[in-house]
């Protein structure tokens, strides 16, 4: 047996985060981790890694009982983990980042020669084709999440932990992802697979182990012959309740935000969309198709370099986010809730009230916790996050709570326009169906949304509109009938007519249809 985590428990302030929970990992299989945000996933890792000291329990290393004070000492043991948050320096090379800690020298330099020597092996052993000279910032995210997997292979590691390694990359570089995690398997890697793509669990996995309040309700069953609504059952307690598709047309409403033959700074050149009173207008694309970065322009984190944007027939010039929510009421919700959705060490009431800091400012601009707490109660309350008080760090919350944070203070904000950008990237079943009734109940009510996303079941069942992208430019658009097969086939054939790809039948090129 690789690895042996027993009845581990572990509390934090106002919170029980494990209760009793059990892991058995073994060497040369791939075990999911499965579990809503929240369920304990995390606070189970850090113990596994040598960031939390469980209240109780005991972890076994191949037979050894073992107390790690410190993720050095994990290391040090062949235990490794890839977070879904990347852990590189963006201007360093390659290179450094895979050596950063035990960097060779000469005579008391760096020796660069053999740090790239070192590097160009670590990168062979997942396969990756890259000079290790160029600086991190330039890769792919999908490139970036194989330099990691070779850091933690370079440290020879024997147990292999990949929390949510496929949330922001392609399905064809998420094969190449389980390529490199089979091969580790055959070699006898014991792998902790952390996804809420139950496709890819399915699939994938050897076994599984599902939490759920910080216990355990599956431990360790094996794959075969398990069922999808198995696995939801478990994790939330009731099985899966289907996303019912919006049927209602807003043809007749008023346009309220418009882009006539837009380029920007990033590489977009004639984008042209229309958005309307109370409608979701959805914009897919593959991982690279520049979704994000348009969605950046328009709302003034990048720039527009020509082209028209229009706001209730009027055209504006938008240069700041402030300036988009306070003159424009535009709003974004960011797919990097981490960096950009959320103040990690600032408390939820003044995260929720960031964007109207300026509205309920006191005398001499003094901001009280008083009034932060009246704009941010009932939208907390509302969106049910979950937490003991507005007092707690946003950084302390689960994923999906984040999210919600995240959209909480646009809603603050009273924006008629919101772009949302991946909405449900790494959130569980159950908070994602949740999100998926808050935005078309948003929408219901009035609110224009642009809804950015790569999950191809979320579209179809969200958008009254779908722009399709590629190459940082719109090369479709049509409306939803909420016929998955259908759609998925018009957006794929889109896609791959712009780069002469035949087209895959639906579930196969986009098979996470029901994650």
């Known amino acids: ?102 960097l060779p020298t000469s005579r008391g330099l760096v020796d660069f020669a053999a740090v790239e020597r070192e590097a160009r092996k670590m990168l062979e052993l997942v396969g990756l084709d890259i000079d290790p000279r160029i600086e991190v910032r330039r890769l792919s995210v999908a490139q970036m999440q194989m330099v990691e997997i070779a850091k933690a292979l370079g440290h020879r590691a024997r147990v292999l932990l990949l929390d949510e390694p496929t949330a922001s990359i392609s399905d064809n570089e998420a094969e190449s992802l389980f390529r490199l995690v089979r091969q580790l398997k055959a070699q006898g890697t014991a792998i902790l697979f952390v996804s809420h793509k139950l496709e890819e669990v399915l699939s994938l996995c050897d076994r599984v182990t599902v939490l759920r309040d910080g216990e355990t309700t599956l431990a360790g069953a094996s794959m075969k012959g398990m069922a999808r609504g198995d696995l939801i059952e478990a994790m939330i307690g009731r099985k899966d309740r289907a996303v019912v598709a919006r049927h209602r047309s807003v043809a007749a409403n008023p346009v309220v935000f418009e882009a006539r033959g837009v380029a920007t700074a990033f590489g977009h050149r004639d984008i042209d969309l229309t958005l309307r009173k109370g409608e979701i207008l959805g914009l897919y694309g593959l991982v690279g198709a520049g979704r994000t970065e348009l969605a950046r322009a328009l709302i003034g984190k990048d720039k527009v370099t020509s082209g028209e944007v229009r706001i209730k027939d009027q055209p504006v010039r938008i240069r700041s986010v402030e300036q988009a929510i306070r003159q424009h009421r535009l709003g974004y919700v960011s797919e990097d809730r981490k960096f950009e959705g959320v103040i990690l060490a600032h408390p939820i009431r003044s995260n929720i009230a960031s964007t109207v800091w300026n509205r309920i400012a006191a005398a001499l601009g003094f901001i009280t916790a008083k009034r932060e707490d009246r704009v941010a109660m009932p939208l907390a309350t509302q969106l049910e996050i979950r937490t003991p008080n507005l007092d707690q760090l946003a950084g302390n919350l689960s994923g999906g709570n984040q999210q919600k944070v995240s959209l909480a203070k646009w809603l603050a904000a009273e924006v008629d326009v919101l772009i949302i950008d991946e909405p449900t990237v790494g959130i569980d079943i159950k908070t994602k169906g949740y999100f998926h009734e808050l935005i078309t109940g948003l929408a219901d009510g009035g609110l224009s949304i642009i809804l950015v996303s790569s999950d191809m079941p979320e579209m179809v069942a969200l958008a009254d509109r779908i722009l399709v992208m590629h190459d940082k430019r719109i090369v479709a658009g049509f409306d939803n009938s909420h016929d998955y097969d259908t759609v998925s086939r018009s957006i794929m054939a889109a896609i791959h007519a712009q780069s002469g790809e035949s087209v895959e039948k639906p579930g196969q090129a986009m098979a996470d249809a029901t994650a």
């Open 1 to 102: 047996m690789g690895l042996l985590v027993e009845q581990a428990s572990k509390s934090f302030p106002g919170v029980r985060a494990l209760s009793n929970a059990s892991l058995e990992l073994a060497d040369g299989e791939i075990h999911a981790l499965m579990g809503e945000n929240g369920a304990g996933k995390s606070t189970l890792i850090k113990i596994i890694t040598g960031v939390h000291r469980p209240d109780g329990g005991r972890l076994l290393l191949h037979g050894e009982e073992v107390a790690f004070h410190a993720p050095r000492e994990a290391i040090n043991r062949g235990i490794a983990a890839v977070h879904q948050e990347r852990n590189l320096i963006p201007r360093f090379s390659v290179a450094e980042n895979l050596m950063l800690e035990r």
